[in-house]
């Protein structure tokens, strides 16, 4: 599992605006990720708003740990929190030291969120 740092994601995720003269479609911006695009015939400060929500989701998702290979491949200081699946935060505990994580993610779609690794630093 690759977890981009702060840095590295924001420079994957830029919101690509069209530039007159280029072919491009100029009603459309979307992110340079091109996993996501939205119609400029809403206010500029519309498009922006969307696109920064775009990136917080990838944000998350980027740092969301699924199964238990995943959270083996974080290594050991990696600070992680899981979610129960009601949504509520269950606690936080330093990777591999929590044995009740592994054991619930699993035997349910519990998920654990990545708060700091050594190499990225903290969300």
């Known amino acids: ?9 924001l420079a994957a995720h830029r ?3 069209p530039i007159r003269g280029l072919g491009l479609d100029r009603t459309r911006v979307g992110c340079s990720c091109n996993e996501w ?8 400060a519309t498009s922006q708003a969307l696109h920064d929500a775009h990136v917080a989701a990838a944000w998350r998702e980027a740092r969301t740990v699924r199964t238990v290979e995943e959270l083996d491949a974080l290594g050991r200081e990696a600070i992680v929190m899981w979610i129960n699946q009601d949504g509520s935060v269950h606690g936080a505990h330093t990777y591999p030291d929590n044995r009740m994580l592994r054991q619930i993610m699993t035997e349910t779609d519990t998920t654990a969120l990545i708060l700091w690794t050594p190499e990225g630093g903290a969300v």
């Open 15 to 17: 919101i690509r605006i």
């Open 1 to 9: 599992m690759t977890i981009p740092t702060l840095e590295q994601h």
């Open 37 to 44: 695009e939205v119609s400029i015939v809403n206010r500029h």
